[in-house]
């Protein structure tokens, strides 16, 4: 390693066996970087390819099988989850081992066509750049909505009438600011956001709160790499990180009419979620919150094991949202 006078040599944030950053913009990653090929899933049934959006954007696209199954026949028509994934906004590629496998695993268990974001990590490129970018893939999705569009996927398949957007941590984060500027802007052809997936959101806000106790560390750590990915913020209640901060823009403009959040017992943040959903409650926000949450498990525990009783229960929870029929906002 460089010497101490060499801010190249100088760590600014470190997540061990994860990340490194240097204070003269080098960064090492450890893990989560290698992609995996897009194939069909032998157990499933799941088919998934990658296309590029943009030089800067592409998304990965799961496909679960759509003939043959309960008597459906070729017209049916799947409900299209959005996915970002997360990693702090500087970890994780949309096409790594965990995400590959976990998402062919919920587009099956949803039933839905699944469109993965891959968008760019910071350092490297500071927020906003991932919103953006996200924000680009969201509308190349909803592009599709007339039956038309370069990716026949989406054409022929997709149910614009039962679009979601989900993520986990700070993909979760993503979704949310998604989910208001869907609600700000609109979405191409008319296009609408039926509902919200967030799974243990990365959510920051002023004060102690209780479930940080489970591991100070890492609360603390949360909030020093938001630092980093974001320079320009103005601490944990800028906007894009604190949903219920002064100025943040109101929750009642959400674009959706439903939005489910998923919580764990032992995540450090899992009071910022139930913060929020209190929140979206009391903002005039006219949808309807529901909350799942499994006891004795941390942050993203179901990327380590989704085959797990509380990782199914979970997924159980988001297949259940994703296809539930009359729901406020049809």
């Keep these: 390693m460089a010497g101490s006078g060499d801010i190249d040599g100088e760590v600014v944030f ?86 590959h496998a976990y998402l062919t695993s919920l587009a099956a268990r949803t039933r839905a066509i699944v469109v993965s974001v891959e968008y760019r990590l910071a350092p490297e490129h500071p927020i906003p750049a991932a919103y953006e970018d996200s924000w680009q893939a969201v509308l190349w999705a909803a592009s599709h909505a007339p039956g038309a569009g370069e990716e026949t ?4 398949h997709a149910d614009f009438s039962r679009v979601y957007l989900a993520g986990e941590s700070a993909g979760a984060n993503i979704a949310h600011n998604m989910a208001m500027r869907a609600g700000a802007e609109g979405l191409p052809h008319g296009g609408k956001v039926n509902g919200v997936v967030l799974v243990h959101p990365y959510f920051l806000g002023r004060g102690k709160v209780p479930s940080e106790d489970w591991d100070p560390a890492m609360a603390e750590n949360l909030v020093k790499m938001w630092s980093v990915v974001c320079p320009a913020n103005t601490g944990v209640d800028d906007p894009w990180i604190n949903p219920l901060a002064d100025g943040a823009p109101g929750l009642e403009g959400l674009a959706c009419g439903r939005v489910l ?8 943040i899992r009071d910022r979620g139930r913060a929020y959903c209190e929140g979206l409650k009391a903002s005039g926000w006219a949808g309807e919150v529901e909350v799942v949450e499994v006891a004795g498990h941390g942050h993203c ?13 979970q997924d159980d929870a988001i297949a259940e949202f994703v296809n539930r029929k009359g729901f406020l906002g049809a």
Excluded at 261 to 268: S, T, W
């Design 14 to 99: 470190e997540v061990e066996h994860c990340i490194r950053i240097f204070k003269g913009g080098r960064v090492e990653r450890y893990f989560g970087s290698d992609p995996v090929p897009a194939s069909t899933d032998a157990a499933t049934g799941v088919a998934s390819k990658d296309r590029a959006i943009s030089p800067d954007v592409s998304v990965r696209l799961y496909l679960p099988p759509v003939a043959g199954v309960s008597g459906e026949g070729e017209g049916k028509k799947l409900p299209l989850l959005i996915y970002f994934h997360g990693g702090g906004f500087c970890l994780h590629t949309a096409f790594n081992f965990v995400f």
């Design 153 to 156: 996927w989406l054409a022929d």
């Design 261 to 268: 959040v998923c919580l764990a017992e032992k995540d450090v």
């Design 301 to 313: 525990f179901h990327l380590m094991d989704f085959n797990g009783d509380e990782a199914v229960r």
